[in-house]
């Protein structure tokens, strides 16, 4: 299974060249680019940006931002939490905003008609019940 990257997308070809290099790595997850930045990581929705050099000369690197976690691309790779940091500001994000839309409840009620009270709390108790569920995904 090769990854193949967007030819217009530099940070998806930093990927694909890091997955050709480590295809032990490749092997334990799946990975597929949303958009710029933006990749479904094992279900998990991630942005992954460049870290530039601190020093003239140096290298950089790339970064995968899950969450409040900020670590190098091959570090997070590797599961291990080497080099890992946590922004303090994003710890508010819920396990829902955790998961990928696509993978997340969905209630077949479409069809119902509600009351604006009813609705208000039919909402309430989906979204209790998405934010309990993303927390076993997570």
């Given at each position: 299974d090769t990854y193949v990257a967007d030819p217009e997308d530099l940070i998806d070809q930093h990927v694909a060249y890091f997955?050709?290099?480590n295809p032990e790595v490749r092997g334990n997850?799946?990975?597929r680019?949303?958009?710029v930045g933006?990749?479904?990581m094992d279900g998990r929705e991630v942005?992954?940006?460049w870290q530039y050099a601190t020093e003239p000369g140096g290298k950089g690197f790339l970064v995968v931002v899950d969450g409040p976690l900020r670590q190098p691309f091959s570090d997070y790779m590797k599961n291990t939490e080497e080099n890992a940091t946590y922004d303090g500001q994003d710890l508010n994000t819920s396990n829902l905003?955790?998961?990928a839309r696509?993978?997340?409840i969905s209630f077949n009620d479409t069809?119902?008609?509600y009351n604006r009270l009813e609705a208000m709390k039919v909402a309430k108790e989906q979204a209790l019940v998405r934010e309990k569920a993303a927390g076993y995904v997570k």
């Amino acid at each position: 299974d090769t990854y193949v990257a967007d030819p217009e997308d530099l940070i998806d070809q930093h990927v694909a060249y890091f997955l050709r290099k480590n295809p032990e790595v490749r092997g334990n997850h799946s990975i597929r680019r949303r958009t710029v930045g933006s990749y479904d990581m094992d279900g998990r929705e991630v942005q992954i940006e460049w870290q530039y050099a601190t020093e003239p000369g140096g290298k950089g690197f790339l970064v995968v931002v899950d969450g409040p976690l900020r670590q190098p691309f091959s570090d997070y790779m590797k599961n291990t939490e080497e080099n890992a940091t946590y922004d303090g500001q994003d710890l508010n994000t819920s396990n829902l905003h955790m998961i990928a839309r696509d993978r997340r409840i969905s209630f077949n009620d479409t069809h119902k008609v509600y009351n604006r009270l009813e609705a208000m709390k039919v909402a309430k108790e989906q979204a209790l019940v998405r934010e309990k569920a993303a927390g076993y995904v997570k």
